[in-house]
């Protein structure tokens, strides 16, 4: 949730959203829900997950705009490029930033999820905390850097 308040707060409206490495979902499922018109891709090579968020996906009657990429990033062939790209843990949150706008359209949004005293932070972009975790924040990088 603290992905999708930071969003609004920038006032982002996706119209595209992709998940990389989404694991179970958690992300793109609440995104999904949150973003009510937009299609959200889950880039995610797991079966076993990759099953799950279909499922999960349907069973919140989201399915019909989430779609599930069974594979990784990089190599990942879809070349529509998103609103918002978003991943934890995947990546480092320094190499994400740098993958991160290759899958987003110029003025599109990367989330980052890092600390509060990390390099984000200096550059002045400050984060949202995440409730709960008050070491994790969720950054936002907008535009081409």
Not at 16 to 24: C, F, H, L, Q, Y
Not at 71 to 81: F, Y
Not at 123 to 135: D, K, L, M, S, Y
């Amino acid at each position: 949730l603290a992905v999708a308040a930071a969003l609004r707060d920038a006032g982002v409206t996706p119209t595209r959203i992709v998940d990389v490495g989404a694991g179970a979902g958690v992300e793109t499922l609440t995104l999904a829900v949150w973003a009510a018109d937009a299609q959200v891709i889950a880039v995610e090579p797991r079966r076993k997950r990759a099953d799950f968020i279909e499922l999960a996906a349907d069973a919140m009657g989201v399915g019909a705009r989430v779609t599930v990429a069974r594979a990784q990033v990089p190599g990942w062939a879809d070349v529509t490029l998103a609103d918002v790209a978003t991943s934890r843990a995947t990546f480092p949150p320094e190499r994400w930033a740098e993958l991160g706008p290759t899958l987003t359209t110029p003025t599109g949004a990367v989330v980052v999820h890092g600390r509060a005293d990390d390099a984000w932070s200096r550059r002045g972009v400050p984060g949202r905390a995440v409730p709960g975790r008050p070491e994790h924040r969720v950054h936002l990088l907008v535009g081409a850097p």
